[in-house]
């Protein structure tokens, strides 16, 4: 999980990397390929927001006045904790307000303890912390631990090699009266079904392509044009040797009769290496599943084209959204129970669907084409889900009945149809 983050970030391991001799040039070249292949597939899968309806229009109204902007913001990087890290944490609770709200948990300070071999249900969790604070003008650093369980939460404190009990405490608190929810109420967004993470999958790839354009760059940096040979001007030692050809491009050699000058022409031969870095470069993007903006030729590609090109991605994403899928669905209880204690209605019973509005290029005219043939076949709801020009299903379904109100032409046609 930190090696996911740290890569993310850049951070990757070719900043360590060292030469033995000071005077030589010390490249140290990072290429963000798991930042690109990370914000490939949120973009890809969650930028744009997904659609979330029910078979209850009360229900689905609720549910979208719950889940805003804040909220997809919030899940969007859960998609990128869960891609970094191979598992994302969403945190439930009762706010001040008594509103029902999501707080995102670092990945690396929680211990899940699962009740099953499939790690889809919890018996507990651990969450592990450190809090700084001052004693007088002394930083300190305290680690806070908390065990969350359905009886509620254990706090401890952990010092000096020793965990020191705290107390003890609820999952919520409304009216001054405390509640535990039934279940931990840590919802896992897993990348994958073995919640490993993307960098664990390329990052040897990275790390060899960081390592061969570092080295050659310094190749190139501190190999000289020219270099002059000059016979009979007394040895030297490697120090001295590596600074004079750096900085004066000149060699100095003993020789038995004379002194002489020579020179030797340096045309270093790149392709080896630029084909050994288009290849790595090519096995990063495809093991880590994304598209190769580089070598794709849009132009007037049709959508079975378009698709075509963007399959290894749709494949990650498929599997990463079924997670998010099942993940939604445990979401949904903890929302059902809160909408049942607010007054907002018992929605125990009804389902709800989330539509991920996957952000690719498409040829427009092709799906809407489709989205026309298909009136009478399935449902307006779901062809206005995939209609290109449709955002917000809900306010276009409220549109599209305010004409047909106003406009006489709506209903003229729905009688010739009939």
């Not at 690396?108 to 249900?121: F, G, K, R």
């Not at 959204?321 to 669905?329: L, Y």
Request: one cysteine or more; charged letters at 25%.
């Amino acid at each position: 999980m930190v090696i996911g983050e740290q890569y993310y970030q850049n951070e990757m391991d070719i900043k360590n990397k060292t030469v033995a001799i000071d005077s030589r040039s010390n490249s140290k070249l990072v290429h963000g390929f798991v930042r690109q292949l990370v914000d490939q597939k949120t973009g890809y899968l969650l930028a744009k927001p997904p659609t979330i309806s029910s078979d209850n229009k009360n229900f689905s109204k609720q549910l979208n006045n719950l889940l805003d902007k804040s909220f997809l913001r919030t899940f969007k990087n859960l998609g990128k904790d869960a891609i970094n890290k191979g598992i994302g944490w969403l945190h439930i609770f009762i706010n001040e307000n008594g509103v029902l709200a999501f707080k995102r948990v670092p990945s690396t300070e929680v211990i899940p303890l699962w009740a099953d071999t499939d790690h889809t249900q919890l018996d507990a969790v651990i969450r592990i912390y450190e809090l700084s604070s001052f004693e007088g003008t002394e930083a300190k650093t305290i680690t806070k631990v908390e065990y969350w369980d359905t009886t509620g939460i254990k706090y401890f404190t952990y010092e000096s090699g020793e965990i020191v009990a705290d107390e003890r405490g609820s999952h919520f608190t409304v009216n001054e009266q405390q509640y535990n929810w039934s279940k931990v109420p840590f919802v896992a967004f897993k990348y994958n079904d073995i919640e490993q993470p993307l960098v664990s999958m390329i990052k040897s790839l990275v790390d060899d392509f960081n390592s061969q354009a570092s080295v050659n760059s310094d190749i190139l940096k501190d190999l000289p044009d020219l270099i002059y040979i000059l016979k009979g001007y007394g040895g030297q030692d490697l120090a001295d040797f590596i600074t004079n050809l750096k900085n004066y491009r000149v060699i100095e050699t003993a020789a038995e009769e004379g002194n002489t000058v020579d020179k030797i022409q340096t045309t270093p031969d790149t392709t080896a290496v630029e084909n050994t870095l288009e290849r790595l470069r090519r096995n990063i993007i495809e093991f880590g599943r994304g598209v190769d903006f580089a070598n794709l030729n849009i132009g007037n590609a049709t959508g079975v084209g378009l698709r075509f090109r963007y399959s290894d991605l749709d494949m990650d994403c498929n599997m990463l959204e079924t997670e998010f899928q099942a993940s939604f669905e445990q979401l949904l209880w903890f929302i059902k129970v809160y909408f049942n204690m607010a007054g907002l209605g018992n929605f125990k019973e009804y389902k709800s669907n989330i539509t991920f509005n996957r952000d690719i290029i498409i040829n427009e005219r092709d799906v809407i084409e489709m989205c026309k043939n298909s009136v009478s076949l399935v449902s307006i709801e779901t062809i206005l889900e995939n209609h290109p020009w449709v955002n917000d299903v809900i306010a276009e379904l409220k549109r599209i009945e305010k004409e047909r109100e106003a406009d006489p032409y709506y209903e003229s046609m729905s009688k010739a149809n009939e």
